[in-house]
């Protein structure tokens, strides 16, 4: 039994960014900034204020879930070759 792989053509990148998290369950909540994360995934819209990403898909194209990341806070966004 063979599956049929179909290859998407999106690029895949890892970024740096600022995430504004809510300390609710802290004390110290005041203190806190924001936050550097870092994800890889999929870039599959690039806008003028943010960018969408994906970190997980099907194989075939269905709708997913997507992380939006808005620009001003990326602190490094760059292209991963996976080949």
Do not use: A
């Not at 609710?24 to 819209?45: A, F, H």
């Not at 970190?55 to 992380?67: C, I, N, Q, T």
């Amino acid at each position: 039994m063979s599956q049929r792989m179909t290859r998407r053509k999106e690029k895949m990148v890892y970024i740096r960014f600022l995430d504004r998290v809510f300390f609710r369950n802290t004390k110290e909540s005041r203190k806190l900034g924001p936050m550097v994360r870092e994800t890889i995934g999929w870039l599959v819209e690039d806008c003028d204020g943010y960018i969408r990403l994906l970190w997980e898909r099907s194989v075939e194209k269905l709708p997913h879930e997507r992380m939006i990341i808005l620009k001003p806070l990326i602190l490094e966004i760059k292209e991963v070759d996976l080949e």
